[in-house]
């Protein structure tokens, strides 16, 4: 009878901790999957990141392109400013508004 007893208190303690290990397995893979979540969305962001990068030192590359003398002066022909073939010099400048003295 005594071994009986002592059967039966070792049970109790043997359920407790198999939901006790299961529950901290449960745990442990749970943490894993939102662990492996993070590194996924971290990676979709540095490859986000690196694209944007990538954008910038393209418009950049255009914006001194466009700002170029050259390209300035290839745009003001096309919009029709040309050299002058004859310069006229203005003479004498006359005074239109009285002084005071």
């Not at 990676?43 to 255009?62: A, D, F, H, K, T």
């Not at 700002?67 to 290839?74: A, K």
């Amino acid at each position: 009878m005594r071994k009986q007893n002592f059967k039966k208190q070792t049970k109790f303690p043997k359920v407790i901790l198999w939901i006790v290990a299961v529950m901290l397995t449960a745990a442990c893979v749970l943490t894993t999957i939102e662990v492996s979540t993070d590194g996924v969305e971290i990676n979709g962001l540095n490859v986000q990141e690196e694209n944007l990068y990538q954008s910038q030192v393209n418009l950049n590359r255009e914006l001194v392109k466009a700002y170029s003398l050259g390209q300035i002066g290839e745009k003001a022909t096309a919009m029709g400013f040309v050299n002058p073939t004859k310069t006229i010099y203005v003479g004498k400048v006359t005074e239109f508004a009285a002084s005071l003295r």
